[in-house]
């Protein structure tokens, strides 16, 4: 039993250094497929639509969401080229059948063929979690409270060359408020 025992133990430790050995990604978990589709389950409302890496042939990604099959209804959804592999609708999905597709876009605007057209059912029992757009998000973040503005003028600001004293400080500071103001303004 010892010796079986001491084979299989062996046998596992071999197989676990030879996969590690092989690993070509830092994070082993790399979408391969296109999410959501028949078949996956939707957690969350809307759902993101996700697509692997290698969809991306050009600069851009453009997705189109329907519901209906040609995507000529009038709730379909186009979105802009993003550089992302995800797309979020920023809306709760009624439920029932919904279609989707994706292509690659160039930063000329050379549109690629569209993907193979997708589908997913959103059900009324999925959890609803609408996340705002950008804009949004950062148009609501208020511009009177110190510590906001202060954090976001340091993560929007570019680093100032090296300059040495308190004045020098403190006129990288005010830059960088002064900058978040005109972006967000």
């Known amino acids: ?102 292509r690659s876009v160039s930063k000329e605007g050379k549109e690629l063929p569209w993907s193979k057209t997708y589908s997913f059912t959103v059900t009324d029992d999925i959890p609803q979690f609408v996340t705002p757009e950008v804009n949004v998000f950062l148009n609501n973040i208020p511009q009177a409270y110190p510590a906001s503005r202060a954090h976001a003028s340091a993560c929007a600001a570019p680093v100032p060359e090296r300059q040495s004293g308190k004045g020098a400080q403190e006129s990288a500071l005010q830059s960088g408020i002064r900058e978040y103001d005109q972006r967000f303004a």
């Open 1 to 102: 039993m010892k010796k079986q025992l001491f084979i299989l133990l062996t046998f596992c430790l071999t197989l676990a250094a030879a996969r590690a050995g092989n690993a070509t990604y830092v994070h082993e978990n790399v979408r391969e497929t296109p999410y959501p589709q028949q078949g996956h389950t939707l957690y969350i409302n809307p759902a993101p639509l996700l697509v692997p890496q290698s969809t991306k042939q050009s600069d851009y990604l453009q997705f189109n969401l329907s519901r209906s099959k040609d995507f000529s209804d009038a709730s379909t959804l186009l979105s802009q080229p993003k550089p992302w592999c995800m797309f979020n609708p920023h809306k709760v999905l009624e439920s029932g059948t919904w279609y989707w597709r994706v």
